[in-house]
């Protein structure tokens, strides 16, 4: 968290009385010694960045308002001259990556195929102009594409065409562009540019072109330059809109029926979480943002709908990381009639049915390992999974009067910490899972059979005691889905 001048300058007296107070009681220098190092990295914050930092940071902002006074009378010229700076509209007949999938095995380097005609818009990620030739690189949607400028040919429709592309375009531009597809002496697919209109002229430039947006927290709050300079990031929204479609596709033909439910709600309920609170003006009430779509689905089956579901945005106050977000979207279905088992098969159809249409295969890379996905997926109990990695077997403690004290110490020979507190053999349990097993699933695993403990919500197990039936499914280490 950041601290106002106001506060550091506060730490720097109250550091410095503190110091004048140790001197008069007798402290000795090796004892001062960090107090004063503290004192004066406080008072180097006070100074500011170092000279030369701050000139180069002067320095950027004056190139960048450089760079965006020139770009603005680019956009006078183009008025000027009757043409619009920002189009309200272009046709396209093709993208970057259907010209390469079509040509592709096609046309020798340097030969042209006139006959085939393109209209297409994008992006200027590059330009290099040489006299009266000039190539630029258009990204569009699907990809990248070379285009090529000749003076000759473009200047047939429009005398100052070129002209007015060497002087109007830089990078960022979005153009829209006619014309046939040649491939260069060097193998490059090209679309040889008959016509070219401005659509949005671009008043900033994009990222240094080498090192692209690199700045991992300037990455996440301006997604818009990410996807433009980190093209791959698309493919992470295509593939997170796919699985949305899916799920909603599956479930459909399964005959749930999506129903949306409330998001501003009196009483916050179904998990436990600290909500945004916000405040009704029209009914002076207040209200919170939901932490969860729960409570309202299972009236829905109370109410007489069988299957139900909700993919919704959900709302919780507390921390945040790349793993957690206040503001995510989670899917929540219900069945009537059917139990844990009938929801695992459900997850692992639907799970394994994305990955065959998102890969089209049902094994993958993640990070170092391999991950398969091919059913059917293992089931274990909570209590033999722990078995597996700390081999003690906490079923055995069943009926013992002493089972408390005997899984503390078990857990604690295995390394797993703060169980001294914990009350009941099933939080133990439930400790040693989280601690020893947890990150280790990579392959995806069913944990079932919680202790009532840790989900007391849930429903008693048929016949075992103690424990209730439930799953979480696990993969890569990570929770994916409950019950």
């Known amino acids: ?3 106002s001048m106001a506060d550091i300058e506060a730490q720097v ?3 410095g009385d503190q110091i ?4 008069d009681a007798g402290t000795d220098k090796a004892a001062l010694a960090p107090h004063i190092s503290e004192l004066l990295a406080l008072k180097a914050k006070l100074e500011g960045p170092p000279a030369a930092a701050q000139v180069q940071a002067n320095e950027g902002e004056g190139e960048a308002r450089e760079i965006r006074k020139a770009r603005l009378e680019k956009i006078d010229a183009i008025r000027a001259s009757n043409s619009n700076p920002f189009s309200y509209s272009f046709d396209t007949s093709t993208s970057a990556a259907a010209l390469a999938s079509a040509f592709e095995g096609k046309l020798e380097p340097g030969e042209e195929d006139e006959s085939y005609k393109v ?4 992006r200027v990620m590059a330009r290099r102009v040489f006299g009266k030739l000039a190539f630029f690189s258009l990204q569009d949607e699907s990809g990248q594409i070379q285009l090529q400028f000749d003076k000759k ?4 429709a429009d005398a100052d065409a070129f002209k007015n592309l060497k002087a109007w375009t830089d990078s960022g531009d979005i153009i829209g562009v006619t014309g046939t597809i040649r491939r260069t002496d060097k193998g490059e697919l090209t679309v040889n540019c008959e016509t070219w209109e401005m659509l949005t002229k671009a008043i900033l430039p994009l990222p240094d072109k080498f090192h692209g947006l690199t700045d991992v927290n300037k990455r996440y709050r301006q997604r818009h330059l990410d996807m433009i300079t980190n093209p791959s990031v698309r493919d992470t929204f295509r593939a997170r809109a796919t699985i949305t479609s899916s799920i909603r596709r ?4 399964l005959g749930f029926l999506e129903i949306e439910t409330p998001v501003l709600q009196a009483t916050p309920g179904g998990a436990e979480a600290k909500p945004f609170e916000t405040h009704h003006n029209a009914l002076d009430l207040p209200l919170t943002l939901r932490i969860a779509t729960e409570l309202h689905l299972k009236r829905l089956i109370v109410g007489g709908f069988n299957r139900v579901y909700e993919i919704g945005r959900i709302f919780r106050n507390e ?3 790349t793993r957690h977000n206040p503001e995510f979207t989670s899917i929540e279905l219900y069945q009537a009639y059917a139990d844990y088992e009938d929801m695992m098969e459900l997850t692992e159809n639907m799970i394994t049915n994305i990955v065959n249409q998102l890969h089209g295969t049902e094994t993958l890379p993640y990070g170092e390992h391999t991950v398969s996905f091919q059913r059917p997926w293992r089931r274990i109990t909570m209590n033999d999974i722990v078995l597996e990695h700390m081999g003690f077997d906490f079923s055995s403690l069943d009926g013992n009067p002493d089972a408390l004290a005997v899984a503390k110490e078990k857990a604690g020979e295995a390394g797993v910490p703060n169980v001294d507190s914990l009350k ?3 939080y133990i349990l439930n400790e040693c899972f989280e601690e020893l097993c947890e990150p280790k699933l990579i392959q995806p695993t069913f944990v079932t059979d919680y202790p009532k403990e840790v989900s007391p919500l849930a429903k008693p197990h048929r016949s075992k005691e103690g424990v209730v039936e439930r799953f979480e499914l696990f993969a890569v280490g990570r929770e994916l889905a409950n019950r």
Do not use: E, P
């Open 1 to 3: 968290m950041f601290s």
């Open 13 to 15: 007296k109250a550091k």
């Open 20 to 23: 004048r107070a140790l001197k």
């Open 119 to 122: 209209s297409m818009a994008g």
């Open 153 to 156: 040919k473009l200047n047939a």
């Open 250 to 253: 599956q479930l459909d033909d």
């Open 319 to 321: 921390g945040i990381s």
């Open 424 to 426: 009941t053999v099933g």
